[in-house]
């Protein structure tokens, strides 16, 4: 995957970083799929897993986080302007959109 590539999925998935080395297209269908659960699902769904598994989806969880939090990330037009400004801005994200 290339540096460009990588960019592009982790801002598809609106993640700091892919915690999975190397995902091919599956791994990133399970990082989609689990991002559409609710966050209530997802809690489930966690402490239904193994310790290993757990951690996983936990620093998933911390990327996207991250992500959406960003201190490092460079000044525009932010998902909450663009929820609170429909008219100005248009449309806002919504997750089920292919890119």
Same mark, same amino acid.
Do not use: N
């Given at each position: 995957?290339?540096? *460009?590539?990588? !960019?592009? $999925?982790?801002?598809?998935?609106?993640?700091?970083?892919? @915690? +999975?080395?190397?995902? *091919?297209?599956? !791994?990133? $269908?399970?990082?989609?799929?689990?991002?559409?659960?609710? @966050? +209530?699902?997802?809690?489930?769904?966690?402490?239904?897993?193994?310790?290993?598994?757990?951690?996983?989806?936990?620093?998933?969880?911390?990327?996207?986080?991250?992500?959406?939090?960003?201190?490092?990330?460079?000044?525009?037009?932010?998902?909450?302007?663009?929820?609170?400004?429909?008219?100005?801005?248009?449309?806002?994200?919504?997750?089920?959109?292919?890119?």
């Amino acid at each position: 995957m290339t540096r *460009d590539e990588y !960019d592009t $999925v982790c801002d598809w998935l609106r993640v700091k970083w892919l @915690p +999975a080395q190397d995902p *091919d297209g599956d !791994d990133i $269908v399970r990082l989609d799929d689990f991002h559409a659960l609710s @966050p +209530a699902e997802q809690a489930g769904a966690i402490r239904a897993m193994s310790t290993d598994d757990a951690e996983f989806w936990i620093s998933v969880e911390t990327a996207r986080h991250l992500y959406v939090g960003s201190v490092d990330r460079k000044s525009g037009i932010t998902e909450a302007k663009v929820a609170r400004y429909p008219e100005r801005y248009g449309r806002g994200f919504e997750s089920d959109e292919t890119l």
